[in-house]
């Protein structure tokens, strides 16, 4: 891996740049978060391994990470490819998380409206007699 300075036009000024993280590189530099397919096939070592994971031509691979204008997914890993690609994650230890599979702004709200887990396992704690009805 090596260091490579980005455009001045760009918050970040260095990051670390491999060939399997250069499309979130290119999405930091136009100031866009990745796509869900984006950050997917980066984690997971690129469109090859992905292909092999999901018996899937390369080209079908990245088809995901184009427009739907353009015959893509608009970003999204379809799926039933999804669980595959978690189990592989799971086999290889990949930093891949579910919420890779979906936008951040859908991520975010999602969270925003659940109730954290100490919230609730406070509540679990507390005595009967102190519970709302």
Same mark, same amino acid.
């Given at each position: 891996m090596t260091w490579i300075g980005m455009p001045a036009r760009s918050s970040v000024a260095t990051v670390l740049l491999s060939a399997r993280n250069s499309c979130i590189v290119r999405a930091m530099c136009e100031h866009q978060s990745p796509t869900p397919a984006e950050r997917v096939i980066a984690k997971?070592?690129?469109t090859k391994v992905v292909a092999t994971v999901v018996q899937r031509a390369r080209q079908n691979v990245e088809r995901w990470k184009k427009p739907r204008a353009e015959g893509g997914t608009g970003? %999204? +890993?379809? *799926?039933?490819?999804?669980?595959?690609?978690?189990?592989? &994650? =799971?086999?290889?230890?990949?930093?891949?998380?579910?919420?890779?599979?979906?936008?951040?702004? %859908? +991520?975010? *709200?999602?969270?925003?409206?659940?109730?954290?887990?100490? &919230? =609730?396992?406070?509540?679990a704690v507390r005595p009967e007699s102190e519970r709302k009805p």
């Open positions: 997971l070592g690129g970003g %999204l +890993v379809p *799926a039933p490819h999804q669980v595959e690609l978690l189990r592989h &994650a =799971l086999v290889t230890g990949a930093d891949l998380e579910l919420e890779d599979f979906f936008p951040d702004d %859908l +991520v975010a *709200a999602l969270k925003a409206r659940r109730p954290s887990m100490a &919230a =609730l396992s406070h509540a």
